[in-house]
Protein backbone atom coordinates (compact mmCIF):
# COMPACT_ATOMS: atom_id res chain seq x y z
CA UNK A 1 0.00 0.00 0.00
CA UNK A 2 1.46 3.29 -1.13
CA UNK A 3 1.69 5.99 2.02
CA UNK A 4 -0.44 8.97 1.19
CA UNK A 5 1.46 12.25 0.72
CA UNK A 6 -1.05 14.87 0.17
CA UNK A 7 1.13 18.50 0.83
CA UNK A 8 4.28 17.01 -0.27
CA UNK A 9 5.34 18.23 -3.95
CA UNK A 10 8.80 18.17 -3.72
CA UNK A 11 12.47 18.25 -1.14
CA UNK A 12 15.74 19.38 -1.57
CA UNK A 13 17.01 17.47 1.13
CA UNK A 14 18.77 14.11 0.02
CA UNK A 15 18.09 13.26 4.10
CA UNK A 16 14.56 13.41 3.79
CA UNK A 17 12.16 10.48 4.78
CA UNK A 18 8.30 10.78 4.55
CA UNK A 19 6.94 10.29 7.90
CA UNK A 20 3.00 9.26 7.62
CA UNK A 21 2.56 9.45 10.75
CA UNK A 22 0.87 5.74 10.95
CA UNK A 23 2.31 2.90 13.03
CA UNK A 24 2.39 -0.81 13.22
CA UNK A 25 0.27 -1.69 15.63
CA UNK A 26 1.38 -4.26 18.08
CA UNK A 27 -0.46 -7.24 17.83
CA UNK A 28 -2.24 -8.19 21.18
CA UNK A 29 -1.91 -11.43 22.87
CA UNK A 30 -4.82 -13.91 22.37
CA UNK A 31 -6.07 -13.16 25.95
CA UNK A 32 -6.49 -9.60 25.60
CA UNK A 33 -8.24 -9.48 22.96
CA UNK A 34 -12.03 -8.88 22.98
CA UNK A 35 -13.46 -9.93 19.97
CA UNK A 36 -16.95 -9.59 19.19
CA UNK A 37 -18.68 -12.10 16.41
CA UNK A 38 -21.93 -11.20 14.51
CA UNK A 39 -24.20 -12.06 11.42
CA UNK A 40 -24.00 -9.05 9.35
CA UNK A 41 -26.30 -8.97 6.00
CA UNK A 42 -26.74 -5.35 5.26
CA UNK A 43 -25.41 -3.87 2.04
CA UNK A 44 -24.81 -7.81 0.58
CA UNK A 45 -27.58 -8.77 -1.39
CA UNK A 46 -28.99 -10.48 1.52
CA UNK A 47 -26.80 -12.71 1.70
CA UNK A 48 -25.03 -13.61 5.08
CA UNK A 49 -21.66 -13.12 6.76
CA UNK A 50 -20.34 -13.61 10.27
CA UNK A 51 -18.31 -10.56 11.28
CA UNK A 52 -16.00 -10.67 13.79
CA UNK A 53 -14.76 -6.85 14.65
CA UNK A 54 -12.42 -5.87 17.52
CA UNK A 55 -9.08 -7.27 16.29
CA UNK A 56 -6.19 -5.29 17.91
CA UNK A 57 -3.01 -5.62 16.04
CA UNK A 58 -1.13 -5.45 12.44
CA UNK A 59 -2.71 -6.52 9.13
CA UNK A 60 -0.79 -9.64 8.77
CA UNK A 61 -1.43 -10.97 12.09
CA UNK A 62 -5.29 -10.47 10.94
CA UNK A 63 -4.85 -11.99 7.88
CA UNK A 64 -3.66 -15.10 9.23
CA UNK A 65 -6.70 -15.52 11.72
CA UNK A 66 -8.81 -14.88 8.68
CA UNK A 67 -7.29 -17.34 6.87
CA UNK A 68 -7.23 -19.96 9.29
CA UNK A 69 -11.25 -19.12 10.24
CA UNK A 70 -11.43 -19.17 6.34
CA UNK A 71 -10.28 -22.58 6.24
CA UNK A 72 -11.26 -23.95 9.41
CA UNK A 73 -15.17 -23.12 7.72
CA UNK A 74 -14.58 -23.82 4.37
CA UNK A 75 -15.74 -21.25 3.22
CA UNK A 76 -14.51 -17.38 1.62
CA UNK A 77 -14.23 -14.33 3.33
CA UNK A 78 -11.67 -11.49 3.63
CA UNK A 79 -9.83 -9.55 6.54
CA UNK A 80 -9.17 -5.84 6.43
CA UNK A 81 -9.67 -2.79 8.50
CA UNK A 82 -9.50 -4.76 11.92
CA UNK A 83 -12.43 -7.18 11.34
CA UNK A 84 -12.42 -10.71 9.47
CA UNK A 85 -15.73 -11.02 7.37
CA UNK A 86 -16.40 -15.27 6.72
CA UNK A 87 -19.05 -15.68 4.23
CA UNK A 88 -22.20 -17.91 5.76
CA UNK A 89 -23.78 -18.06 9.21
CA UNK A 90 -20.35 -19.31 11.30
CA UNK A 91 -20.85 -17.62 14.60
CA UNK A 92 -20.41 -20.87 16.59
CA UNK A 93 -18.24 -22.92 15.11
CA UNK A 94 -15.83 -19.19 14.57
CA UNK A 95 -16.76 -19.03 18.79
CA UNK A 96 -15.54 -22.46 19.24
CA UNK A 97 -12.48 -22.00 17.43
CA UNK A 98 -11.45 -18.68 18.67
CA UNK A 99 -11.97 -19.75 22.42
CA UNK A 100 -9.57 -22.64 21.86
CA UNK A 101 -7.33 -20.42 21.21
CA UNK A 102 -7.70 -18.43 24.26
CA UNK A 103 -9.28 -15.29 22.75
CA UNK A 104 -12.15 -13.49 25.16
CA UNK A 105 -15.03 -13.40 22.59
CA UNK A 106 -18.55 -12.48 22.62
CA UNK A 107 -21.59 -13.06 20.30
CA UNK A 108 -23.25 -9.93 19.57
CA UNK A 109 -26.50 -8.66 17.70
CA UNK A 110 -29.51 -10.94 17.06
Given at each position: MKPKREGIVY???PDFVFDDGQQEVETLSN???NLRIMLD???RAGKKVTLI???VGSNNDL???GKQLK???GVGGTAKDGEI???GDFREKILQILIKQGFKVKLSGG
Open positions: STNNRQKKQSGFEALSACLIQ
